[in-house]
């Protein structure tokens, strides 16, 4: 391959910044390619992604480290899963229900179901929309901010926070952990890895209501039962709480950042949503095929197979690219560009598909339509800050490191503030069902 030879994808600052004339030429070449990155089967295309997202010859053992920690074992003929479920606790992560398979990730997810329900989600929009103009009294009358720190950030954590039924006294502890050196007794392990102060806290969380039960959503959480009826260990319940704030906080602010950078580049399309709030759902869907926040998911092939008609013998890790394959002409006309109106957005895999599909899209999709509904009440003109990302023909946006992700490290806008009267905090109920 011309262009792209002895490029590394997981390190290349280039395609880091711009991974989709890589991920073209990858297709191009074959949408199911092996070796085209080292240690892994690269999928490009979008029926080979959906195929093998809900292949039963696949499993999720190392859906998070992929080539990057060794099998523990040297596979062996056409089916290792006797291989795999003896070596499966030397795998990294593999307690964690993202790396499970069925049936204990059916359990898992059972649990989830029973700890994040219906109307604790009915119940956490109410939430948000306060939150929302508590976020934007902050910042909006300076008529500029970086968005992903100032806005996404914390409103997204303490969405999430409230969710999960974090006390009020402890919010601000919270979002000082994604800022070291703002609050005392976080120490300095902890303070560079929000998610490690998390399952401490909702440890003592846990065991504190398990043994002194109180009329809040904590307790239901420390007494919610797998779904054979039997209570799980405080340890199952603090991981599934870690999974929806790390899932939760790291996909939806590279949603809302993507969709506000949309907005700000574009201001007939700014114009149209703040006119018509109800298609701000096509509109998200649309950024989330285009700027998929989910960049890789592996899976290992416990059964020899075929994917696309490409031969994958048992052993094999895959590497799928949501990115890529929500780019395949083949599924989505004219990929690269944004299109409001296109008829299939809905099928984009931004969230997987199959018995792993994110758990959290529906929380996703609510706080960014309800983010996006009060940055538009309260924010005309959004634009692009020249003066940190460079004029409109030469811009220049920093990406976050991590291969598993894609989102902007930074984003400064610029607006016009708008006062929202407080007896108005909330649209009416036509606009917010939008």
């Known amino acids: 391959m011309t262009g792209y030879d002895g490029i590394d994808y997981f390190t290349d600052e280039g395609i880091r910044t711009d991974p989709y004339p890589f991920f073209d030429q990858l297709r191009e070449k074959c949408p199911?390619?092996?070796?085209?990155?080292?240690?892994?089967?690269?999928i490009t295309g979008y029926q080979e992604a959906l195929s093998t997202y809900k292949s039963q010859a696949m499993s999720c053992a190392?859906?998070?480290?992929?080539?990057?920690?060794?099998?523990?074992?040297?596979?062996?003929?056409?089916?290792i899963s006797e291989q795999l479920d003896e070596f499966r606790g030397q795998i990294p992560l593999a307690?964690?229900?993202?790396?499970?398979d069925?049936?204990?990730h059916t359990r898992s997810r059972g649990l989830l179901n029973r700890l994040i329900t219906p109307k604790r989600l009915s119940e956490n929009e109410e939430f948000m929309w306060r939150l929302a103009d508590e976020r934007l009294d902050l910042i909006v009358e300076e008529g500029k901010c970086e968005f992903v720190g100032d806005f996404a950030k914390p409103f997204t954590l303490l969405v999430i926070a409230d969710l999960l039924g974090v006390p009020v006294e402890d919010h601000a502890s919270l979002c000082a952990s994604l800022k070291p050196g703002l609050v005392e007794g976080i120490s300095d392990e902890t303070m560079h890895n929000p998610l490690m102060w998390i399952e401490s806290t909702f440890a003592d969380y846990i065991q504190q209501r398990r043994q002194a039960p109180q009329n809040d959503v904590l307790s239901h959480l420390a007494a919610a039962k797998y779904p054979e009826g039997d209570t799980p260990p405080v340890d199952d319940v603090v991981k599934l709480a870690t999974l929806v704030f790390a899932a939760g906080l790291e996909t939806t602010v590279k949603l809302l950042s993507a969709a506000i950078r949309n907005l700000a580049e574009d201001k007939v399309l700014q114009e149209r949503l703040r006119a018509d709030r109800s298609l701000i759902p096509a509109f998200l869907e649309e950024t989330l095929r285009l700027e998929s926040p989910v960049k890789t998911h592996f899976r290992l092939a416990r059964q020899s197979t075929e994917i696309g008609g490409c031969p994958i013998k048992a052993g094999t890790t895959l590497m799928l690219l949501?990115?890529?394959s929500n780019r395949d002409e083949r599924k989505f006309e004219d990929p690269n560009t944004f299109k409001l109106d296109r008829p299939n957005v809905r099928e984009h895999l931004a969230f997987g598909r199959g018995a792993h599909s994110c758990p959290g899209a529906p929380l996703a999709r609510a706080e960014a339509?309800?983010?996006?509904?009060?940055?538009?009440?309260?924010?005309?003109?959004?634009?692009?800050?020249?003066?940190?990302?460079?004029?409109?023909?030469?811009?220049?946006?920093?990406?976050?490191?991590?291969?598993?992700?894609?989102?902007?490290?930074?984003?400064?806008?610029?607006?016009?503030?708008?006062?929202?009267?407080?007896?108005?905090?909330?649209?009416a109920k036509s606009q917010a069902s939008a």
């Open 95 to 100: 307690d964690h229900i993202t790396n499970m």
């Open 322 to 324: 949501p990115g890529a």
């Open 62 to 79: 190392n859906s998070v480290v992929g080539p990057f920690a060794p099998l523990p074992f040297e596979p062996e003929g056409d089916d």
């Open 102 to 104: 069925a049936p204990q």
């Open 369 to 427: 339509k309800i983010a996006l509904n009060r940055i538009l009440d309260r924010m005309a003109d959004i634009s692009i800050d020249d003066a940190h990302h460079g004029p409109a023909d030469t811009r220049e946006y920093s990406y976050e490191v991590p291969f598993v992700l894609r989102g902007l490290a930074e984003l400064y806008i610029t607006y016009v503030p708008v006062d929202a009267p407080a007896n108005n905090r909330r649209p």
């Open 32 to 42: 199911i390619l092996p070796g085209a990155v080292p240690g892994v089967t690269v």
